[in-house]
């Protein structure tokens, strides 16, 4: 299994709604990452986890929420989103943090629009 | 800090053509990967191309290869007999070898239409 598989695909909700992105690895990853990407942007690094701990804050504001339950699954806990926030958000893994070398797997992203 | 620069918004190639896609990067570290990574409209981000910059050879993987000069801090891709589904967004992308290095860098995108 060479897939990260993101649920939702899209995802609308509201400024006042509580949400989770999922996404999942199992190639036995141990390092494990959140993107956000604007229209016609490059992605942005938001979290790094490795080994299920959080490596990478990118001053993100708190209204965001990453959690790493065990090494296959991370998640990213929305509230109180602003509709600035609207973006693809993308998972991606890599075998661990000094394996990034050898690149990163994205998932396909979870389109959010916070309206 | 690192940044890596791609001159080319838009480019397009006639199907079965061959196209070059343009990137440089700046650094000061002697140790580092570079990437070529496709995003189609499906959205997932693709690896195309890896180059470990240690290694002099040129990678290639099927129709795609890379042109590295890494005194020129240039990593180009080259496409040969494009097909329409090579259609999509490519970016070039950066990353240090050091330790506590986590940030894969990313240029700003070149959009590539394979016309038919």
């Known amino acids: 299994d060479t897939e990260v598989t993101q649920t939702p695909k899209h995802l609308v909700m509201g400024m006042t709604n509580k949400k989770s992105l999922k996404c999942e690895q199992h190639?036995?990853?141990?390092?494990m990452y959140w993107y956000k990407q604007k229209a016609k942007k490059p992605p942005e690094l938001m979290f790094v986890?490795?080994?299920?701990?959080?490596?990478i804050n990118e001053s993100v504001p708190s209204r965001f929420s990453p959690e790493c339950p065990n090494s296959s699954l991370l998640n990213l806990h929305l509230h109180a989103l602003q509709p600035e926030d609207s973006a693809l958000y993308l998972c991606?893994?890599?075998?661990?943090?000094?394996?990034?070398?050898?690149?990163?797997?994205f998932g396909s992203g979870t389109r959010l629009t916070v309206v | 800090a690192q940044t890596v620069t791609q001159s080319q918004p838009e480019m397009s190639v006639q199907e079965a053509e061959t196209v070059t896609l343009s990137c440089t990067y700046d650094?000061?570290?002697?140790?580092?990967?570079l990437f070529w990574y496709k995003q189609p409209p499906s959205r997932q981000m693709i690896l195309v191309i890896r180059?470990?910059?240690?290694?002099?050879q040129n990678a290639t993987e099927n129709r795609f290869s890379v042109n590295f000069q890494k005194a020129a801090k240039s990593f180009s891709l080259k496409i040969s007999d494009s097909q329409l589904g090579d259609t999509a967004m490519y970016f070039c992308?950066?990353?240090?070898?050091?330790?506590?290095?986590?940030?894969?860098?990313f240029g700003k995108g070149t959009k590539l239409s394979v016309i038919p």
């Open positions: 991606a893994s890599s075998q661990d943090i000094r394996g990034r070398g050898y690149g990163y797997t």
């Open positions: 190639m036995g990853h141990r390092a």
């Open positions: 986890y490795s080994y299920e701990k959080l490596s």
């Open positions: 650094t000061s570290e002697n140790n580092y990967y």
């Open positions: 180059q470990e910059a240690y290694k002099q």
């Open positions: 992308a950066f990353i240090n070898s050091g330790a506590g290095s986590y940030q894969l860098t």
